[in-house]
């Protein structure tokens, strides 16, 4: 199935009340080195709704959240975050924040959501970082299984845009790690595997470290 077909055989399942993602899972080949982590930072050609949910653990509260962050605040919204009580995306962290982040550093890190100064989300400029993220810059990180796990769409947009974001998303892949799967998803709805012979290149900007 190609990835035209997949993205509207996900579209035409879709069940849920509410606006459904739609995700992309790589399966990438580990590193002849031993170094199974892939990291960079990718900008989404297409963005897909302001709805993206961030977090801002900041003092300026009602700054971050004018800026465009969903929720903002400090050790009461981390101790929310601990229990579970707070869906986002991204988190965004002043550095004085940090000593309070550090007890859920495992769980976060595994999800590819600690903040780091690397990935701008580790920052004094709080406001400037959350422009950033809502004008689609994405950190993409692998997991221990060596899969890239991401949102390219949701099922409001267009099947064109969310086509070049996975082709976009592949061809940086591809550059650094065979893939050996590709399969897509909506938030409720069963996998849909993909035919990585035909996906076409496009051009992209990619920072990696």
């Known amino acids: 199935m190609t990835i035209k077909e997949a993205v509207a055989e996900v579209k035409s399942k879709k069940s849920a009340k ?12 580990p590193s002849k080195e031993g170094k199974q982590d892939l990291r960079f930072l990718f900008k989404m050609p297409h963005l897909y709704g302001s709805d993206l949910a961030i977090v801002a653990l900041t003092s300026k509260v ?20 601990a229990k579970g009580k707070v869906d986002f995306d991204v988190i965004i962290a002043e550095p004085k924040m940090m000593q309070f982040l550090k007890p859920l550093a495992k769980d976060l890190g595994r999800a590819g959501k600690m903040p780091t100064d ?4 580790l920052t004094e400029d709080v406001v ?17 299984q060596v899969g890239i796990h991401l949102l390219v769409g949701k099922m409001d947009t267009t099947d064109e845009e969310i ?12 550059s650094h790690r065979p893939i050996e799967s ?9 996998s849909i595997k993909v035919d990585l012979a035909n996906t076409v290149r496009t051009k992209l900007e990619l920072i990696v470290f």
């Open 18 to 29: 509410f606006t459904e993602s739609i995700e992309a899972h790589f399966k990438i080949r």
């Open 163 to 174: 086509i070049e974001n996975i082709e976009e998303i592949k061809k940086v892949i591809s």
């Open 62 to 81: 009602k700054t971050a959240k004018k800026a465009g962050a969903k929720y903002a605040g400090g050790e009461e919204l981390i101790a929310k975050i």
């Open 182 to 190: 590709l399969s897509l998803c909506s938030t409720m709805g069963k």
């Open 128 to 144: 400037s970082a959350i422009g950033e993220i809502t004008a689609g810059r994405r950190e993409i990180r692998s997991d221990e």
């Open 118 to 121: 690397k990935t701008g989300t």
